[in-house]
């Protein structure tokens, strides 16, 4: 089993920074793939970022390009997603998920990924 667990979630305002976490334990394998995606009320969960563990190739949702990175420490076995000038649209609750099996075309999909953390809020104010 693989255990996630996110922080740094919170409330900001419209222009603002936070930097997600998201701390890995249990199974490890050789080569594996972290997704952060976020759910807002009424709407279904959507795909943020990804980072491979292996190489780091990164992939982002074209409505947060520019604006989030995505990046791993592995020495901590963490995963972190920069948020800079957060939106409104942004305000969701920001999970992390990872799996073995993700290739590039299914890297995206939540629902190839086998393991996920509680979630974390943000929450952004105009």
């Known amino acids: 089993q693989v255990q996630l667990v996110e922080s740094g979630g919170g409330l900001v305002q419209a222009g603002a920074s936070l930097r997600l976490s998201c701390t890995t334990s249990?199974?490890?394998?050789?080569?594996?793939?972290v997704g952060w995606f976020r759910q807002a009320p009424g709407k279904e969960r959507e795909f943020v970022a990804a980072?491979?563990?292996?190489?780091?190739?990164?992939y982002y949702a074209d409505s947060v390009k520019g604006r989030f990175t995505i990046s791993r420490d592995g020495a901590k076995n963490t995963v972190y997603l920069q948020m800079n000038s957060l939106k409104p649209d942004d305000t969701a609750v920001y999970y992390c998920?990872?799996?073995?099996?993700?290739?590039?075309?299914?890297?995206?999909?939540?629902?190839?990924?086998?393991?996920w953390g509680q979630g974390t809020q943000v929450t952004v104010s105009s």
């Open positions: 998920a990872a799996d073995e099996f993700i290739t590039r075309a299914t890297i995206t999909l939540s629902r190839r990924y086998a393991y």
């Open positions: 249990g199974r490890t394998f050789s080569n594996y793939a």
């Open positions: 980072v491979r563990w292996t190489g780091g190739s990164t």
